[in-house]
């Protein structure tokens, strides 16, 4: 089967740091994305690893662990319009992607 | 602005209707995903086409259809259509529809079935 776990809510204040996890059982790996999502809004992307290790872009970086099956979006720097829904996503197959649920970030004053 | 362009952005309907949501691609991007996303179940794939060509097909219902046309855009048909089938659709575009490439979102029809 396939699984995809993100918590489901987390909350921070501005100006600091927040890790979203997600871990992953898929039949197959072609890459990890993390898409950003406000309210109503389109998904938009923000960053894809397929080696182990760390991208950084910014404020925002993402790890993973091909042998542990988990990845993480580290946000910096946290602004208020950060407040939104981050979507882990596996491309098993080299087509479509594979969405967890989704991590509702909300940042406060 | 994603450059994949979805009409209309709403819709309102009854049950047992039929609807076709339209989508255009980026320019130069050959593959088209359409995904359903509601409340509870988050963002679910249905299906995908490269260059007019069904490639990859997801939890897509037997009432549900699509097809890419010549000029690449693609159409999303729902028919028979009951309360369930309220969500957010969003087609994605992508070069090649391989992997390591990123989808690019259009801004989503919201259907509500009355």
């Known amino acids: 089967g396939q699984n995809i776990d993100q918590p489901t809510e987390m909350t921070a204040t501005e100006g600091a740091i927040v890790q979203i996890n997600c871990t992953y059982q898929t039949s197959g790996f072609n890459g990890l994305f993390w898409y950003q999502q406000h309210a109503g809004e389109a998904p938009t992307f923000l960053s894809y690893?397929?080696?182990?290790g760390l991208e950084e872009k910014g404020r925002f970086s993402s790890f993973l662990s091909r042998s542990k099956g988990y990845s993480y979006l580290l946000l910096k720097e946290l602004q208020m319009k950060d407040s939104a829904s981050y979507l882990c996503a596996v491309d098993q197959a080299g087509t479509a992607l594979i969405f967890g649920k989704g991590t509702t970030l909300s940042v406060s004053s | 602005d994603s450059g994949v362009t979805q009409t209309p952005k709403h819709l309102i309907t009854a049950t047992g209707q039929r609807v076709t949501l339209r989508c255009s691609p980026r320019s130069g991007d050959l593959s088209v995903y359409w995904y359903q996303q509601s409340l509870d179940q988050g963002l679910q794939f249905l299906i995908q086409y490269y260059n007019g060509e069904e490639r990859a097909k997801g939890n897509i219902l037997e009432r549900f259809s699509a097809q890419q046309f010549p000029d690449l855009h693609s159409e999303l048909n729902l028919s028979s259509l009951e309360l369930g089938d309220s969500a957010l659709y969003f087609c994605?575009?992508?070069?090649?529809?391989?992997?390591?490439?990123?989808?690019?979102f259009g801004d989503g029809t919201r259907l509500s079935i009355l």
């Open positions: 994605a575009s992508s070069v090649t529809g391989g992997g390591n490439q990123p989808q690019h």
């Open positions: 690893n397929v080696l182990d």
